[in-house]
């Protein structure tokens, strides 16, 4: 699939701007970078979630800015990559030639301290009042056989806004990049003795076996999120050289579900040969995970 328009704004702590504007910059702006109008496009693909809008049943007031108005609409309360995942499905299927894929996150409207206990399992983790990334550290202390130490780093709520316009191979159509391989896993629940690496580690390899390609083939592997693991095990965990890892910064660990489009946008705008794995993964133990294997024209 091509990924013919992409746009982006940036993460920083509040955008000037209301959500409905924040998506519509993205949109109209990843349709001019693709030379396309929204008659163009069959619908849109969104992954967001209201808890980071700041505000309830918020997609369903921005039908206009997602540019779904009267066409196709679905959301993904998952990453981005899920939503870029089912964009390709459907333009794979020929059941659509254009479509928007787009997400966002605005916590300038929104308290991410509240936010952090929903993210637990109710009935047992969320009653122990732990921290997300002590979950996590519990479960990287029993793989590694050893305490693990979290050294916090100060995170700010941010506000961002991506979106790319995903169409069919066609020599007619300007193309950014393309969409070679896309993988996705699940693990168990923080079952003990489980890899907590392990369903990243299936999304990537399922992203490389669907392109054909071998890991030792790759030139980039940018990871969105996972700011809880360091380089040394997730290079081990892809099977990839540190030197090729690319992370997001750590001041915007909490990107909601737009990270995973972020990476892919950032490695675009890189330009870098050769193809490039951008992973993300969530849920507190990082049980679901997603990979997409990008090739920049």
Same mark, same amino acid.
Request: aromatic share 4%; net charge negative; hydrophobic share 45%.
């Given at each position: @699939? ?19 504007? @924040? ?27 209201? &808890? ?7 997609? @369903? ?12 609409? @679905? ?19 020929? /059941?659509? #030639? ?19 206990? !929903? ?76 890899? &907590? ?12 076996? !669907? ?25 081990? /965990? ?9 992370? #997001? ?5 909490? &990107? ?5 489009? !972020? ?5 675009? $705008? ?5 193809? $490039? ?21």
């Amino acid at each position: @699939m091509n990924i013919a328009g992409s746009y982006c704004l940036p993460p920083r702590p509040d955008i000037p701007m209301a959500l409905d504007e @924040m998506i519509y910059t993205v949109t109209s702006g990843a349709l001019r970078d693709a030379g396309l109008g929204i008659g163009d496009v069959s619908g849109s693909f969104m992954a967001a979630s209201d &808890l980071y809008d700041g505000r309830a049943i918020a997609t @369903m007031t921005l039908t206009g800015s997602t540019g779904s108005f009267h066409k196709n609409e @679905m959301r993904v309360c998952n990453d981005s990559l899920a939503a870029l995942t089912l964009a390709a499905a459907e333009v794979a299927a020929d /059941a659509a #030639q254009a479509v928007i894929v787009c997400t966002w996150s605005k916590l300038s409207d929104a308290n991410r301290d509240a936010m952090a206990a !929903l993210g637990l399992e109710p009935v047992f983790t969320r009653g122990l009042n732990a921290h997300p990334d002590a979950v996590v550290a519990l479960r990287r202390s029993s793989d590694l056989g050893r305490p693990t130490l979290v050294e916090r780093t100060a995170v700010e709520s941010a506000d961002v806004a991506v979106a790319l316009v995903l169409t069919a191979p066609s020599p007619e159509r300007r193309t950014r990049g393309t969409v070679i391989g896309l993988g996705a896993a699940n693990g168990p629940y923080l079952r003990p003795g489980e890899p &907590l690496l392990g369903p990243v580690t299936a999304a990537a390899t399922a992203a490389c076996k !669907l392109a054909g390609r071998d890991v030792t083939d790759l030139r980039r592997a940018r990871v969105a999120g996972l700011h809880a693991v360091d380089d040394d095990e997730l290079a081990r /965990a892809v099977g990839v050289p540190r030197d090729i890892l690319a992370r #997001q910064s750590e001041r915007w660990a909490d &990107l909601g579900y737009a990270a995973g489009l !972020l990476a892919v946008h950032e490695s675009l $705008a890189a330009g870098e040969p050769g193809p $490039a794995l951008v992973l993300s993964a969530g849920g507190i133990g990082y049980e679901n995970a997603h990979a997409a294997l990008v090739e920049v024209a």
